[in-house]
């Protein structure tokens, strides 16, 4: 893509400073467009932890400029492995690092949340982006898109990507107020000194211990550097709805949950002082991602289970595919390359979300190059 100047650049808005948001917003500066992101949050607050960046993701980054930058913290498994959850059998083995990066040309890299987001917002001008925005309602005409916001200002541009995650207010806007389905699954995360649990084989490996049911999982990986390990693991359990990224669990119910795993998860569980519980929710893929001027990416567009982990992947990929359709538009064209966009990558989107929703992917082998081996920068253009 160039970053030549645009004859007749459009003015952007972008609901979101999330992962999608942002990359978004780095890859329509460099197609010569000028970008304003609305971030409702007055801050950017270190919530959250994991990011999970295969090496579709990855390379998306790297094209953006901003893959060296999350390669200071991230992490790099060395591998993909897939365990049952009593015996401990391993049923399949991918290698990651040297190998993905020679086949892909890109490795997988495992990330926190915050760490990710404060190399996006490195590449974006200060400038281009206003915190304490929140959108709320959006008003769209011939000439362009007016935003207002929840405090009662307005801002005026040329086209508004909805990049404001699962709830997203732009997608309300559009297609009206429909609430996520709740999954009946809660997840818990936790984070634990590599130190801690040096008996445990494979730490270095992104390694997916599958239960005796689709909702049962524990999903560990390194993370800074390799320095802690992060522990993701799911269950189904009606009771909790509560979507969170800060609300505590309780590490006791954590580790009943999975008394009947193998002794080496379990002893991952042990040494958790504590956790984060929240409830998992997800969509159907949508018939539509834009109307005119509007356009939704991410979470916004698909929000899906995490058990592909390629909710951030599939937002960044949006991000690049999104810019590239609008190198060289207009104020004129700026609704069909809005819609191109979205015909572009609905195809793939539903078939990672309802991947995610089967989770059975790579369980016992299968195909990882459908989803690693996609580039955003050379996928074909509608
Ligand atoms: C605080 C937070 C922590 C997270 N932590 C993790 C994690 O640890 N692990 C993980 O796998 N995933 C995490 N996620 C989700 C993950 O980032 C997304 O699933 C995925 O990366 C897709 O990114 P996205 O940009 O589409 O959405 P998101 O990353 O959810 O970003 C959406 C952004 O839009 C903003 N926003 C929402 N509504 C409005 C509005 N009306 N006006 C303006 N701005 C608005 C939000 O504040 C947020 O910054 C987290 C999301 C958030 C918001």
Redesign the pocket.
Known sequence: MSSKPHPTPLTIGI?????????AAIALRRAGHDVIV????RQF?R??????LTPNAVRALDGLGVGEAARVTAARPSHRISRSYDSGEETSRLEMADTAEQKYGAPQLTI??ADL?AALTEAVPAQCIQLG????TIAQDAQGVTVH??DGDEARVDALLG????????RAAMFGEENPRFTGIVAY?AVVPAASVAGVPNLGAFTKWWGPNPQSQIVTFPLNRGKDVFI?ATTAQDSWQLES??APGDVEELRAHYAHYHPEARALLDACDTVLKTALYERDPMPAWTQGRLAL?????H??L?FM?Q??????E?AVVLARHLEGASAGSAGSALARYATARMERAARVQLGSRGNNWLREGGNADWVYGYDAWTAPLQ
């Open positions: 609901a979101g400073a999330g992962i999608g948001g942002l990359a609305f971030e409702q949050a607050a919530v959250g932890a994991d990011i999970n926190h949340r987001l925005r929140r959108v709320q916001f929840e990049a404001d995650g699962i709830h997203s207010a732009v995360r993701f990224w800060t990416l991410g979470d916004a567009a929000p899906m995490p982990a909710g951030a992947g599939m937002a960044i949006d």
